[in-house]
């Protein structure tokens, strides 16, 4: 380390952070959309030292690509954020993978420039020159699947809705990621613009808000931002948990807050955690408290079925109910998760001409690291009683995960696609079922005993060395809880 006559100032993660996504705003428009969701989906800045900005990438293979095409780019427009950068280097960090609070949802930072243009009452006419992101026209309370988990939190944005500035005031939801707090907020939005198109609705994250004020302070601009906002009518403020640590912005959220409120203007807040345990201070959190406060939590068996239906219309996706039933009853964790398995499908429908089935779902769930089959009993999840699974059974979940009717199944046919369902079903009908090799054969169109000793020892040695053969019959003897 060199002297410290001019110690370099650390910016705090969440400093960092903010920097990187006024980065990504710069570069964005510069780069063709796919690229830019493809290449700097979950990226982040690890570091900034003594002007050199260092950029995690999730995985090693984006190295020189970045290298090659964005690295003087990124240079220019970090150094418009802040001249005293003088170079970038790079870092592959695996855990940036999974780490949403490290990296940001291009997605949904970036919205579509398709819906940018849309023209109509979304494209909010704002004035003052006030901020506001475009409300996604996706989101509305139509299509907001209710259920015990988000009924309270639905109700209430109803009422606002109707209402404004009335009763639930503000409206606080909280609630982990994915389980629709951003549908809601923009929902509610969307619903309040349909019956007053007048009304300036401002729908705007913690991190927009906050590079606004910071934005505010360094051209001395701050009356004018605090003018802006009077003339703001609904005013929705997305994800409040990031504004914890950054008490400057607090402090102007806090008088914007009570600027509305005070002309009864309705204010809509969403946050991963209720106000109590948000670490602000405590006259904003109490702030919070006064109007309506509800839990969105995650849906249940019957919810996250009924979401996938209507997703599924939504994306136009003819997809067998077996296979929503499957997806509904394994992605348990939120609804981005079903969503993001249904949107594979959809893709794999799109390229492939695949339609979706139990097994290609399954083979999804791998690839996105949900084994189905090595989930803990799902949330909110009622088991139905065990019964033991039957021959019959047996023979509808091997139909079912591979697509092949019954008859096929113990039909003649010999095509591979019949022929290994047919083996995988005598391998487990002998192993889970009481019954003869003798009376497989019979229920196997009357085959053969030594036909079916065959089949079953055929996938007994496959599985040593097929480890696709041997997840397919795991999962199988999974789904009818032949193993635990
Ligand atoms: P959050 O803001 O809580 O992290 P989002 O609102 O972004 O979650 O939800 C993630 C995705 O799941 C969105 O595409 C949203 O439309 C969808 N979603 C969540 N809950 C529901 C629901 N009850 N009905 C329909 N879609 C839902
Ligand atoms: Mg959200």
């Not at 959309?33 to 982040?44: K, L, V, Y």
């Not at 602000?280 to 919810?303: C, H, K, N, Q």
């Not at 092949?404 to 022929?419: K, N, P, Y």
Request: aromatic share 8%; proline share 5%.
């Amino acid at each position: 380390m060199t002297s410290s006559v001019s110690s370099p100032v650390r910016l705090s993660p969440a400093a960092l952070r903010d920097l990187w996504l006024a980065v990504l705003r710069k570069l964005e428009p510069k780069i063709q959309r796919s690229q830019f969701i493809t290449w700097f989906r979950d990226t982040a800045i690890l570091g900034l030292e003594e002007g050199t900005l260092v950029v995690g990438l999730p995985l090693p293979m984006s190295l020189n690509w970045h290298l090659e095409h964005y690295r003087a780019q990124t240079l220019q427009a970090a150094q418009e954020m802040d001249p005293s950068i003088r170079q970038v280097v790079y870092q592959v960090d695996g855990g940036l993978k999974d780490d949403p609070a490290r990296t940001f949802d291009l997605l949904q930072h970036f919205a579509e420039p398709k819906r940018r243009k849309l023209p109509g009452k979304q494209e909010v006419k704002l004035a003052e020159g006030i901020v506001s992101k475009i409300l996604t026209p996706r989101y509305t309370l139509e299509n907001f699947v209710v259920g015990s988990g988000n009924r309270l939190a639905y109700a209430a944005c109803q009422a606002v809705a109707q209402q404004p500035g009335g009763k639930y005031n503000p409206l606080f939801l909280y609630g982990g990621v994915g389980l629709g707090k951003t549908h809601l907020l923009q929902a509610t939005g969307n619903a309040i613009l349909k019956q007053m198109p007048k009304a300036t609705v401002v729908y705007t994250t913690t991190e927009d808000f906050t590079n606004q004020v910071i934005e505010a302070i360094q051209h001395q601009k701050m009356e004018q931002l605090r003018r802006r906002y009077r003339v703001v009518d609904v005013l929705i403020i997305d994800d409040v948990q990031f504004l914890a640590n950054k008490e400057r912005t607090q402090e102007e959220f806090f008088h914007t807050f009570n600027a509305l409120y005070e002309e009864h203007k309705q204010v809509i807040i969403s946050a991963d955690r209720p106000p109590q345990e948000l670490d602000l201070d405590d006259r904003l959190a109490s702030r919070f408290e006064r109007g309506m406060i509800a839990d969105v939590s995650a849906p249940d068996y019957e919810t996250r079925l009924a979401i996938l239906i209507e997703k599924a219309k939504e994306y136009e996706l003819f997809i067998d109910m077996q296979v929503l039933q499957f997806i509904a009853e394994h992605a348990t964790k939120n609804v981005r998760e079903l969503e993001g398995i249904l949107m594979q499908a959809v893709a794999q429908y799109e390229l492939e001409q695949r339609v979706p089935t139990v097994k290609s779902i399954a083979e999804i769930m791998v690839k996105l690291n949900k084994d189905p089959h090595a989930q803990e009993s799902p949330v909110g999840f009622e088991v139905p009683l065990k019964r033991k699974a039957s021959f019959q059974d047996l023979m509808e979940a091997v139909s079912r995960y591979y697509s092949v009717s019954m008859q096929d199944i113990v039909g003649a046919s010999r095509v591979r696609e019949i022929l290994l369902p047919r083996q995988i079903a005598m391998y487990l009908a002998k192993k889970y079922q009481p019954l003869s090799y003798v009376r497989i054969g019979e229920l196997f169109s009357g085959r053969d005993h030594t036909t079916v000793m065959n089949a079953v020892q055929k996938i007994e040695r496959k599985m040593h060395n097929d480890s696709q053969l041997l997840r397919e019959v795991r999962a199988l003897e999974k789904e009818l809880d032949f193993v635990s």
